[in-house]
């Protein structure tokens, strides 16, 4: 008896524990008078992408701790921001799901999400809902071709960059022959067909096109095909998490051909997985090197005296929060109606860059760069072209 | 051919994990009727404890030819002690329940050991250091390196030595002949207590492979034998300790589990806390396809499986005109298990008992 009362309490206990976890909710009022504005943000912080979420995570909330210690005005009144971070597992059943939950907290904003195939589908919700939605790093082109008032983002997109490396591939390294491997999601397949479409254009020839998701870890057998097909360079659209062991499994195979991957890549987590069959690897990245972006050095040295080395889209979080609190000033109110045309005519200067949104919610003026591993670590080879107005 | 080679090793490497990871599946089904679903967890929590003491020895100093068995060891000893837990904490309260509870702590299992890994060892992904020479062999034209040969070869011998144990040893025999006819062998003076706690302690299914086994002995019977949570009340009678038997089959299966993690980890040089849940839905469909419940078919399976697959990946694009591309690979693995359950509804090597669902 005393042993089932023991479990029981136990039970009790841990269930506390977990309800625990979830954030009160609060009402649109702090003690001391302040104006609460939540400000809603979502990425995997679980699964095979969690590290990448974290990070987005941490960029958010780095800008939202500032705004906070600013004391920023809006309105006639103090503003006290507050962030509810949510996880979508990089799945976009769960983004809608997420994107819902967000709306009922009253969220006046959301920044995300990480991917394109959760912010894709979560945008029409946000639309719905008329809350404005800043990706920093869905780059699909199908997040802002979906025709929503609401939907931006703050880094330049797959039509641009799967253009800019196809062409580097075929003209700069001189590939003749190219195998493609995508992760089926809405960003690897994205970029693998423009990437396609900009490489033959520039007189490659694709003999392989293979397939793999963003869970799989064994990727031999269709490097086994990718082999048979003797290509030169090979290039894949998805996650660093399948493109590190890829690299990796690549070398292992005894395959000789070059590898290349998008901003998806981009990371020193790439490096750690791929260890040294990372040399040589490029990868590009929306924008301009973190040393060369306006507040890029000092940025980076704040950020990770806070948390930790930069996985990827930090920055980009960290421009996407301010860009939003600079059209809620502009506006004079938080309201989400009242704000959001501020926010599609906003001119900001960012950590990453100028931040202006083109009639879709594209960022404007987008350059791509390229880099490449040397010696253990990413450096930049190039930065090419903002030719944002074709081919959209 | 060089190609039809390698995709021949791709499996075999992938298959013989499979394998390792489908016996526990096999084992615990085998006894208790459940599937559980947390294996895949164990497998991950093998290969992560393997990876912090290897990275801690190595700091120490201790050189890796001494590190590489000590941190196998952890791993081993620790996942048997998670075994023993889940099985004490989810499992056993939940005997009498309807089956579906335990199934439903299984995958609540799963996830909270996911998430505690995720605490422990960080939502980042850790390079696995290495630690043997990985030179790269070529064979035919196929390229295989030093862990691959390990792992095919430690995966083969570990479910040989099951096999040999099961029928070329004077256990095995003792054990056939229990499972024959109980009282039988009790008057001959074998002791039935020790034969059947060794018998679940290297893998009860195995009981089921002698095809004298299958042919004679009465399913009711087996079951009170074989199946203590089926029919605890036979098997108490019998004198089984069942909680113990039970223990131990739990440790053996994770036991096998660590060693399948710390082969994944060697192989792709990297761990994860989400690396265990894909491999043991994978497991399972390849415990599935040979027959759940069946020590050979686990194995068998397994290694199918990873061949299916590979060869899948591999041809798949060729055989239909670039009709179905590798994005095809895991439906045409599934589409194999269909047709094999369609076929022969218990799996390629399992018999029929239509009241274990």
């Given at each position: 008896m005393l042993f089932h009362f023991a479990r029981l309490l136990l039970l009790g206990i841990f269930v506390l524990v977990l309800s625990g976890c979830e954030k009160p909710a609060t009402t649109g009022q702090k003690d001391s008078g302040d104006l609460v504005v939540r400000i809603g943000a979502s990425a995997p912080l679980t699964g095979p992408q969690a590290h990448l979420g974290k990070d987005n995570e941490n960029g958010t909330r780095m800008a939202i701790d500032d705004a906070n210690s600013k004391g920023i005005v809006i309105g006639g009144r103090k503003v006290h921001f507050e962030l509810i971070s949510e996880d979508d597992q990089a799945d976009p059943k769960t983004a809608t799901i997420v994107a819902q939950k967000l709306v009922d907290n009253k969220v006046s904003g959301v920044i995300g999400h990480l991917n394109s195939g959760t912010s894709i589908p979560a945008a029409k919700i946000y639309s719905d809902n008329g809350i404005p939605q800043i990706s920093p790093s869905a780059t699909a082109v199908a997040y802002t071709a979906q025709g929503f008032k609401t939907a931006f983002r703050v880094m330049a997109n797959d039509a641009q960059q799967g253009r800019v490396l196809g062409e580097y591939a075929a003209k700069n390294l001189g590939a003749k022959n190219i195998a493609v491997i995508d992760d089926r999601t809405a960003y690897g397949q994205g970029l693998a067909d423009e990437f396609i479409k900009a490489a033959q254009a520039n007189g490659a020839q694709i003999v392989a096109h293979e397939y793999t998701n963003d869970k799989a870890m064994d990727f031999t057998s269709v490097l086994t095909v990718v082999k048979g097909k003797k290509p030169d360079l090979l290039f894949y659209g998805g996650m660093d998490a399948q493109g590190g062991p890829m690299a990796k499994q690549l070398k292992a195979l005894a395959l000789k051909m070059k590898f290349m991957t998008g901003d998806g890549g981009y990371t020193p987590e790439f490096i750690k997985l791929a260890?040294?069959?990372?040399?040589g690897v490029y990868a590009s990245l929306p924008g301009v090197p973190l040393d060369k972006m306006p507040g890029g050095k000092e940025f980076e040295k704040r950020f990770v005296a806070k948390y930790q080395p930069i996985q990827l889209y930090a920055p980009y979080c960290y421009d996407a929060v301010n860009v939003m609190i600079a059209a809620m000033q502009k506006a004079d109110s938080v309201e989400p109606a009242k704000y959001l045309s501020a926010l599609a005519g906003i001119s900001y200067d960012g950590v990453t860059a100028k931040i202006q949104f083109d009639e879709k919610g594209d960022l404007k003026g987008g350059a791509i760069t390229v880099y490449q591993v040397k010696s253990g670590k990413w450096q930049p080879l190039e930065t090419l072209g903002a030719i944002t107005t074709a081919a959209r | 051919m060089e190609i039809f080679l390698q995709q021949i090793i791709n499996g075999l490497v992938q298959g013989s994990v499979y394998a390792l990871v489908a016996l526990g599946y096999t084992m615990v089904y085998g006894i208790l009727g459940l599937i559980n679903f947390a294996h895949g967890e164990v497998v991950m929590i093998g290969a992560m404890l393997a990876l912090s003491s290897l990275t801690a020895l190595i700091s120490w100093g201790v050189p890796p030819i001494l590190a590489m068995p000590f941190s196998i060891g952890i791993a081993v000893l620790g996942s048997m002690a998670l075994g023993y837990g889940i099985e004490r904490i989810a499992y056993r309260p939940l005997r009498h329940a309807p089956r579906l509870a335990p199934l439903i702590t299984a995958i609540g299992v799963s996830i909270v050991l996911q998430n505690l890994a995720m605490m422990i060892w960080g939502r980042q992904y850790h390079s696995f250091p290495q630690m043997i020479n990985n030179a790269p062999h070529t064979f035919g034209g196929a390229i295989i390196n030093d862990i691959q040969i390990i792992i095919i070869f430690s995966a083969l011998a570990i479910m040989g030595g099951l096999m040999i144990v099961v029928h070329r040893t004077r256990l095995g025999r003792a054990m056939r002949a229990v499972a024959e006819n109980q009282h039988a062998a009790q008057l001959m003076g074998v002791d039935i207590n020790r034969v059947i706690s060794i018998t679940f302690m290297i893998g009860s299914p195995g009981l089921y492979l002698h095809p004298s086994v299958v042919r004679h002995v009465d399913s009711r019977q087996r079951h009170a034998l074989l199946v203590p949570g089926e029919n605890q009340h036979a098997a108490q009678l019998m004198g089984v300790d069942i909680n113990r038997v039970i223990s131990i089959t739990f440790m053996i299966g994770s036991a096998l589990a660590a060693v399948a993690g710390v082969m994944i980890s060697a192989n792709y040089g990297l761990a994860h806390y989400y690396m265990g849940f894909i491999l043991g839905l994978k497991a399972f469909t390849a415990a599935v396809l040979g027959g759940i419940g069946n020590l050979r078919g686990a194995m068998f399976g397994g290694l199918l499986l990873g061949l299916i697959e590979s060869l899948g990946a591999g041809y798949i694009g060729d055989l239909t005109g670039g009709f179905l591309g590798s994005n095809y690979q895991d439906v045409f693995a599934f589409f194999v298990l269909i047709a094999v359950l369609v076929f022969r509804p218990a799996g390629l090597f399992g018999e029929r008992l239509a009241e274990r669902a």
């Open positions: 260890g040294d069959a990372a040399e | -």
